[in-house]
């Protein structure tokens, strides 16, 4: 996880951006999501807090139509001259889902556009793979996810989706790829542990 840290006078924000970032991924996606809401209230101006928001709603399937989320994007939209190269790309991923009812079909070929500008990003190669899972498109989900574990081998998060793409491609000896998948999450994320 080698994704700059935004600036902030405040190291309360720096921190709670820091924890938010760190609950994604070891995929305690309600912990980050709180991080960042927290992060965007203690300092309005931060538009990677805002961004985070938008992210850490969507995964967890929030309203698109609610007020925090539009809101968190619009406010990310406002202060997008602050956000870097790959995060402004992110925010424009990110806008068909908030602005289009959920559509996760043209954020995914954002996506892949953005993955192909930073090869190297295990983030945009696991965001890529929750939203080829969600369209249906499971063996490049199942692709982009082993891609983000092999950028990133702690990577709690994008080892969940080589479990559940793993299981719904099917096919041979399912069982054991599937522990095994699941022992790498389970393995770098305490919060996999607990809940399991």
Known sequence: MALPLPKSSNPLVVAAYKAGMQNLHDADWNTAAASFHRAAELDPGMAAAHLRV?????GLAYDPSGKTLVDAYN??????????????????ALEPIVRDSFNFVE?????VRLRD????????CGLLANH???????DEALENSK????LDPTYADAWQLVSANTLA???????????????????HSPHARRTR
């Open 54 to 58: 938008v992210l850490a709603d969507i």
């Open 75 to 92: 406010h990310a939209f406002s202060l997008r001259a602050d956000l870097d190269e790959r995060d402004q790309g992110l925010l424009d």
């Open 107 to 111: 954020s995914a070929s954002r996506l």
């Open 117 to 124: 500008r930073f090869p190297l990003d295990a983030e945009l």
């Open 132 to 138: 080829q899972t969600l369209n249906g498109h499971l």
């Open 147 to 150: 891609k983000a574990v092999e």
């Open 169 to 187: 491609t099917g096919g041979g000896r399912l069982e054991p790829r599937i522990r095994l998948a699941w022992w790498g999450c389970s393995r």
